[in-house]
């Protein structure tokens, strides 16, 4: 069974101070990892997707990561509009292509303040 | 930017009754998902969906709940006769199915209270 790990559950966070998601993982084959963004009461929001160890992506303040047992999700300089719940998931490759589950983390919840 | 749309953003019920919650996928994809997630809780997986056939679907998906494609755009979740803990959001995916692994994109979920 697949299984996904966040850390910390929440962080508060300055304007402006930078700092790291952990999303850690057991997977048979891993073959990508997602980044979501979820604000409350809505669905996810497509951040990133990685499909290997040693692969970066970034996006105005976000930076992920992804080594073999874990990934980060780098934020940098934030701003009270990065306040969200911030979700990794794994796919369970029965099918190549579409139609595999995802594997949700808890998530993490960080508050940006002024 | 093509967006999933559901609808009705919140659906109150009694327990026992019938729901039926809807979903409008991006057009050109062509897997189709179904999650849920009670407050406080992970995001968990119900079933996907490809060429009018269930691929896969989880423990939770038992036979109280059905999918159905029933035109060109529309996807529905079916509760048959609804629990208290069937209280949750229920966000609806669609991706595309090209590449090793596609990305699948939510709609902004339905909330559905049982009372």
């Known amino acids: 069974e697949d299984q996904v790990t966040q850390s910390p559950e929440a962080l508060r966070l300055q304007e402006g101070e930078s700092s790291s998601l952990n999303c850690s993982y057991t997977?048979?084959?891993?073959?990508?990892l997602f980044w979501y963004r979820q604000d409350p009461g809505k669905g996810p929001e497509f951040l990133f997707t990685?499909?290997?160890a040693g692969e970066e992506k970034e996006k105005e303040r976000l930076k992920a990561t992804l080594t073999k047992k874990e990934s980060f999700l780098h934020i940098t300089a934030p701003k009270p509009e990065d306040s969200a719940t911030y979700l990794c998931?794994?796919?369970?490759?029965?099918?190549?292509?579409?139609?595999?589950?995802?594997?949700f983390g808890t998530g993490t919840q960080l508050k940006v303040e002024l | 930017e093509p967006e999933v749309t559901q609808t009705p953003s919140h659906q109150v019920t009694q327990m026992g009754q019938e729901v039926i919650l809807r979903c409008v996928p991006i057009?050109?994809?062509?897997?189709f998902y179904w999650y849920r997630q009670i407050l406080g809780q992970k995001v968990e997986f119900l079933v996907s969906?490809?060429?009018?056939?269930?691929?896969?679907k989880s423990e939770i998906f038992d036979d109280q709940f059905s999918v159905e494609r029933p035109d060109g755009s529309n996807f529905t979740l079916k509760i048959r006769s609804t629990k208290l803990e069937d209280s949750a959001m229920y966000f609806c995916?669609?991706?595309?199915?090209?590449?090793?692994?596609?990305?699948?994109?939510f709609g902004p979920g339905t909330r559905l209270t049982v009372l």
């Open positions: 057009s050109n994809h062509l897997y």
């Open positions: 998931a794994v796919p369970r490759l029965k099918y190549a292509g579409g139609g595999n589950k995802l594997t």
């Open positions: 969906f490809y060429n009018n056939e269930i691929s896969e």
């Open positions: 990685l499909y290997s």
């Open positions: 997977v048979s084959g891993l073959r990508g």
């Open positions: 995916a669609s991706s595309t199915g090209t590449g090793a692994v596609d990305t699948q994109y």
